[in-house]
């Protein structure tokens, strides 16, 4: 388990680098204040410096011991928590795919109540509630107060 630890930690710090040297090739402020450059400069950073962390603590821990590594040792979720794992990334991805089609608030109508079910909520007023505020509420925050252009699709909604 340590070297798998290690090697996750280690991508994501190469991952949280590469975010940082994109992100400084975005102005970090305009004449309004912070760019588009700022949020991911500061979060490539914040991450680094996690997996800097994170690297350390786990390189300090003693190695797995021989006898503990057998083939039943698995990077990946198994079986219920996989398939929850699997619908999260499926989700995901079709809420991309479909972003540019029915726009935000639908898509993200669809992937919140996908969601919560294959986390495995089962109230529906709880799903919908979610949902609508997790799309129709986020939408109306990010263009009116933060005025930032998200999706509208070729429904136009």
Same mark, same amino acid.
């Given at each position: 388990?340590?070297?798998?630890?290690?090697?996750? =930690?280690?991508?994501?710090?190469?991952?949280?680098?590469?975010?940082?040297?994109?992100? #400084?090739?975005?102005? $970090?402020?305009?004449?309004?204040? &912070?760019?588009?450059?700022?949020? &991911?400069?500061?979060?490539? $950073?914040?991450?680094?410096?996690?997996?800097?962390? $994170?690297?350390?603590?786990?390189?300090?821990? &003693?190695?797995? +011991? &021989?006898?503990?590594?057998?083939?039943?040792?698995?990077?990946?979720?198994?079986?219920?928590?996989? #398939?929850? *794992?699997?619908?999260i990334v499926v989700l995901l991805a079709a809420a =991309? /795919?479909?972003?540019?089609? @029915?726009?935000?608030?639908?898509?993200?109508? %669809?992937?919140? /109540?996908?969601?919560? @079910?294959?986390?495995?909520?089962?109230? *529906? *007023?709880? %799903?919908?509630?979610?949902? @609508?505020?997790?799309?129709?509420?986020?939408?109306?925050?990010? =263009?009116?107060?933060?005025?930032? $252009? #998200? +999706?509208?699709?070729?429904?136009?909604?």
């Amino acid at each position: 388990m340590r070297q798998g630890r290690l090697i996750a =930690t280690g991508a994501m710090l190469a991952f949280c680098l590469f975010a940082l040297w994109q992100s #400084l090739l975005l102005s $970090l402020t305009d004449r309004l204040g &912070p760019g588009p450059g700022f949020f &991911p400069f500061w979060l490539a $950073l914040v991450g680094i410096v996690l997996a800097i962390a $994170l690297l350390i603590e786990t390189a300090r821990e &003693p190695r797995d +011991p &021989p006898s503990s590594e057998s083939s039943d040792t698995r990077i990946l979720p198994h079986g219920a928590g996989g #398939l929850r *794992w699997l619908a999260i990334v499926v989700l995901l991805a079709a809420a =991309t /795919a479909a972003m540019s089609i @029915v726009g935000f608030r639908i898509a993200m109508l %669809i992937f919140n /109540a996908g969601l919560l @079910v294959a986390l495995g909520e089962r109230r *529906w *007023w709880a %799903i919908a509630l979610f949902a @609508v505020l997790g799309s129709f509420g986020v939408y109306y925050v990010f =263009t009116t107060w933060l005025d930032v $252009l #998200l +999706p509208t699709g070729w429904l136009g909604i």
